[in-house]
């Protein structure tokens, strides 16, 4: 009987995009997986539930990579990006959304990457252990 190689997770290393995470995430439920999988790979995770919570974490932790949902109970998070963007914060930024992104939206925010709900976790993983500096594929979508 053949035992199975054993999977290998990606883990905080020296040329890691972050490690240092602000999760916003509105969906408790939600929240704590993804906050659950990258605190168990060596990440520093943040979390918040509201736009205004994700500003004040933004500008007083200054985290290195912000997994940002975009339909959030108090504001979207475009008015997130605007508002660190107006403070002079600016933190690279992983678009999570159930909502379609247009071309207009990557255009004016810039996000590394845009990743639509649902989505595997390995997808999500993917992107936050990528090499800092890797390219990274957006999603183009022309409405929303």
């Keep these: 009987m053949t035992v199975p ?21 509105d969906e408790p439920t939600l929240r704590r997986v993804i906050a659950r ?8 995770v943040d979390e918040a539930g509201t736009a205004h919570d994700a500003v004040e974490l933004a500008t007083t932790a ?17 008015d997130v990006l605007r508002e ?3 403070r002079g914060t600016e933190v690279p930024t992983i678009i999570l959304s159930a909502v379609r992104v247009s071309s207009k ?5 810039h996000p590394i990457a845009y990743l639509p709900k649902p989505f595997p976790i390995d997808a ?16 183009d979508d022309d409405d929303a």
């Design 5 to 25: 190689a054993a999977i290998e997770f990606p883990t905080v290393h020296a040329g890691a995009r972050a490690r240092r995470v602000l999760l916003v995430e």
């Design 37 to 44: 999988n990258l605190a168990t790979r060596g990440l520093e």
């Design 62 to 78: 200054r985290p290195d990579l912000l997994l940002l949902d975009i339909n959030l109970p108090d504001q979207t998070g475009w």
């Design 84 to 86: 660190l963007r107006r």
């Design 105 to 109: 939206r990557l255009d004016e925010f």
């Design 124 to 139: 999500l993983l993917r992107l936050v252990f990528q090499p800092e500096g890797a390219a990274t594929p957006l999603i």
